[in-house]
């Protein structure tokens, strides 16, 4: 799939809903309201180049056989509104490092060392009930100038506007002490709530893993942060 073709969101919509058809339901209202995941930084490395593949399969590049190394992640959530009411039609990025940790943008250190075949970066549209569906790898931690936590980088966008930028960690790696990041979410529950945990996926005969991350956006577009 090409990032610059004219009919990317309904096929980025059907190949989300065909993925995850089977995995959401769609329940009622939330008792309480759920917990807003929190804002976090963009950080320096957005793509400046977008690969030239951006779709939800972060594994395999256009149409190539060779599928990029690391350990295979089905990572499923579902976009929520600030009382727990799912939100579809809704853009989700994701971009990370390759599994050495160095990321698609062209200022990344090591860039010449970088898996050509990982795309690093994918969109999804949210269906029905909200949900969205990537097939990635397993974060691993990488090293700037500060080393990081094993992330994963999320934006949602909403009717061309931008609702939230956050980022998702593995729940109980031993960097997410130290992560500066991580640390600044000082509510409890709200940093709970992007410790993510990577677990087997049953019957998987290649040894994947599934990671659920579900997202609460507010009412209203995020202001200008500054990285």
């Known amino acids: 799939m090409r990032a610059e073709h004219p009919s990317l969101a309904c096929r980025l919509l059907l190949q989300c809903l ?25 950080g320096p490395f957005y793509p400046n180049r977008l690969p030239p593949d951006t779709d939800n399969d972060l594994l395999i590049v256009n149409d190539s056989v060779t599928p990029a190394a690391g350990k295979v992640t089905h990572l499923t959530g579902r976009i929520l509104g600030p009382a727990g009411e799912p939100v579809p039609n809704a853009i989700v990025e994701i971009w990370q490092v390759d599994h050495q940790g ?55 966008n909403k009717g061309g506007q931008r609702m939230l930028t956050t980022q998702l960690y593995v729940k109980g790696h031993p960097l997410n002490e130290q992560d500066f990041v991580l640390k600044g979410i000082r509510d ?15 019957d998987s005969r290649i040894g994947g893993l599934t990671a659920r991350f579900d997202i609460v956006i507010g009412k209203t577009p995020e202001a200008p942060l500054e990285d």
Do not use: W
């Open 18 to 42: 065909a993925l995850t058809a089977g995995m959401f339901t769609v329940g009622g209202a939330f008792a309480a309201e759920p917990t807003r995941t929190p804002r976090q930084t963009q």
């Open 102 to 156: 160095i990321y698609l943008h062209t200022a990344s250190p090591n860039r010449e060392r970088r898996d050509e075949n990982f795309q690093g970066f994918g969109r999804c549209l949210t269906g029905p009930g909200g949900e969205y569906y990537f097939r990635t790898i397993k974060p691993v931690p990488y090293a700037a100038g500060v080393q990081r936590a094993p992330h994963i980088h999320v934006i949602v």
């Open 188 to 202: 409890k529950a709200a940093r709970e709530s992007v410790l993510v945990d990577f677990t087997p996926t049953a």
